[in-house]
């Protein structure tokens, strides 16, 4: 049975949202503006470097998935790789202390985002009839 057939509800609503690219261009955006703020925004110091590169591997998992927000598996691994940078960012702005909560909290906010598009897509998959091919 086909649970996603009238396309109502949360998870329809953030699978259909999820499936466009323009979504992972703004997401991209908004994380080369927070890495732009950090790096030209700093006052000379030398512990960013951590945070720019667990910023790089968001952009390189949202980049993945612009490719074709479609197919599966390149879907798959743009969101795991994208939720590492997350973690990445989480324990890196964390390490830095309390200069660089903008940093932890958006990371937060778009980890959380993150988690939630790849859950709701994980969940129309599994309530539909036809699992998309791998």
Known sequence: MDYN???KGFVCFMYSFGRSRAVYA???FLVIFLLGFLTFGSSAQTNILNLQ???GVMLCGLLLIL???KIFIIKLIGYLISLAGVM???HNANLLGEGFSLY???SLVFGAFMMLMFLSWFVYNA???EINEI
């Open 5 to 7: 057939k009238h396309n």
């Open 26 to 28: 703004v997401l991209m």
């Open 53 to 55: 590169i667990a910023l």
């Open 67 to 69: 490719v074709n927000p």
């Open 88 to 90: 990445i960012a989480l």
């Open 104 to 106: 932890f909290y958006a």
């Open 127 to 129: 309530r539909s009839s």
